[in-house]
């Protein structure tokens, strides 16, 4: 799982990467905006994902940078944000396609997050699980940036006047890298990876596993 993430590269970043892929970022009303460094991003927070300008066609007709609340909030909620109590920060690969929160979104709302890092945590002690923990950077040296593949949802809680956007990120089963840390792991993607995520017509679920041994180091932080 994923309960903390950054961003720190400047979005030339991201323009430069899609751009490659002949995927370009486009704003309204033409400027660049600053992105903001930001080491740790934590649920709730507002943070940028990247997602098709129309999302029927992929990142077909280009791409656009927002900010939307980390911890989906699904189109059925109807009540006040904190009464919605499940954790959907994280979406289960296994299960993203078919849990009631996401499957809409799965089918039509898919996103890219864009991060430079991530952490874990670990007991200090093995015998005392709940106390004192060291925390770990995880980044994937030869990527500066890499992109976890998520859900958009739009919603409607009844203590917001507008419409309330929020975002979940994809999870799988530990890779060789993360298993000695934890048991599950967001995913991880490339720009080109991530292009074809956002194609509603690729293959999706297929993506979501975890990187090859190597891809990731840790640093205690």
């Not at 751009?19 to 486009?26: A, I, K, S, T, V």
């Not at 890219?112 to 200090?124: M, Q």
């Not at 840390?181 to 967001?186: D, K």
Request: aromatic share 10%; charged share 25%.
């Amino acid at each position: 799982m994923c309960n903390a993430y950054g961003y720190l590269a400047p979005i030339d970043k991201l323009i430069d990467s899609f751009r490659q892929l002949d995927l370009p970022l486009r704003f309204d009303d033409g400027r660049v905006p600053n992105l903001q460094p930001r080491d740790l991003i934590r649920p709730t927070d507002p943070a940028p994902i990247l997602r098709a300008r129309n999302p029927g066609e992929g990142a077909a007709a280009g791409l656009e940078l927002v900010e939307l609340r980390w911890w989906l909030i699904p189109f059925f909620h109807r009540g006040p944000v904190k009464a919605w109590k499940a954790m959907t920060t994280n979406a289960r690969a296994e299960t993203i396609a078919t849990t009631p929160a996401y499957r809409e979104a799965y089918a039509r709302r898919r996103c890219l997050v864009p991060a430079t890092h991530f952490f874990e945590w670990t007991p200090l002690d093995p015998a005392k699980p709940k106390g004192l923990k060291q925390r770990w950077r995880v980044t994937a040296p030869g990527q500066e940036v890499f992109y976890f593949p998520g859900l958009w949802e739009q919603s409607r809680p009844s203590d917001h006047d507008d419409p309330l956007q929020s975002f979940t990120l994809a999870t799988c089963s530990a890779g060789e890298d993360v298993s000695p840390y934890h048991i599950r792991q967001p995913v991880i993607l490339d720009a080109a990876a991530g292009a074809q995520w956002l194609d509603l017509s690729g293959p999706g679920e297929a993506q979501l596993r975890p990187p090859p041994a190597g891809t990731l180091t840790f640093t205690a932080d």
